[in-house]
Each structure stands twice: as C-alpha cells, then as structure tokens.
C-alpha cells in the first residue's frame, strides 16, 4: 500500500485547511489514520477512520474541530481541519493499518503509531496568529 498526502499550507489562526491522502495498492480492511507531528516532539494520533468509514476517532486535542472521512471509490481519506489553532503547526502524515481489530469498528489500538505498517510523506501545516 502506498499513501500520498496533500493539501498542507500556511493558514490563519481561526482558518481551515482540508488534507487528501491518495491511497494504492492491495490490500482491504484497513483503518487510515492521520498523525501529526510537531519538532521536537513525537508523532501523535489526530483522527483514523475504519474501513467501512462508519468509525471514526478523534483525539481530544482536534474533536470537535477536525473530521475525518473516507471515500473509498476515490481511495481518499480526507481531514477537514477547522477553527485552526498555532499549536495545531505540525507535519501531518498518514498512514495504513492493514490489520486492525475487528477491522476497526469498535475500538482497537487505532491511536498508536507503532500499528500502522505503511505511511505516506507527511504534508505540512502551519497556523500563525
């Protein structure tokens, strides 16, 4: 599986931004997450979203803020990223876990860096103030 994520930027605080992760190769099943991370500080959990796109999870930093969504016919998993905030300054990545628990409905480690077994280059997002 190979990821590709687009659409970081320089926003205003207060702005949005919305991020695509082109998705391919083989494989089904899997929870697409997005990660962020700032310098300095280690890669942490923003949103992943199971297969079916009917599960979603959010870190508490970004609910309410930040949807995720997937679109499976494109290979797409988007985030939609509002009311932005300088601390949300980071490079955001994404990643694949081909085998999460219970195809990720439900729960399941989809919050931890170490289960995803593919990522993409990461994009970079800034919000100035």
């Known amino acids: 599986v190979q990821l590709q994520a687009s659409g970081g930027g320089l926003v205003q605080a207060g702005g949005s931004l919305s991020l695509s992760c082109a998705v391919s190769?083989?494989?089904?099943?899997?929870?697409l997450g997005w990660f962020r991370q700032a310098p300095g500080k280690e890669r942490e959990f923003v949103a992943a979203?199971?297969?079916?796109?009917?599960?979603?999870y959010y870190s508490d930093n970004v609910k309410g803020r930040f949807t995720i969504s997937r679109d499976s016919a494109k290979n797409r998993v988007y985030l939609q990223m509002n009311s932005l905030k300088p601390e949300d300054t980071a490079v955001y990545y994404c990643?694949?876990?081909?085998?999460?628990?219970?195809?990720?409905?439900?729960?399941?480690?989809?919050?931890?860096?170490?289960?995803?077994?593919?990522w993409g280059q990461g994009t970079l997002v800034t919000v100035f103030s």
């Open positions: 990643g694949a876990d081909m085998h999460p628990y219970a195809g990720g409905e439900g729960g399941g480690s989809y919050y931890r860096a170490d289960e995803y077994d593919f």
């Open positions: 190769g083989r494989g089904s099943n899997y929870v």
């Open positions: 979203v199971s297969w079916s796109g009917i599960s979603t």
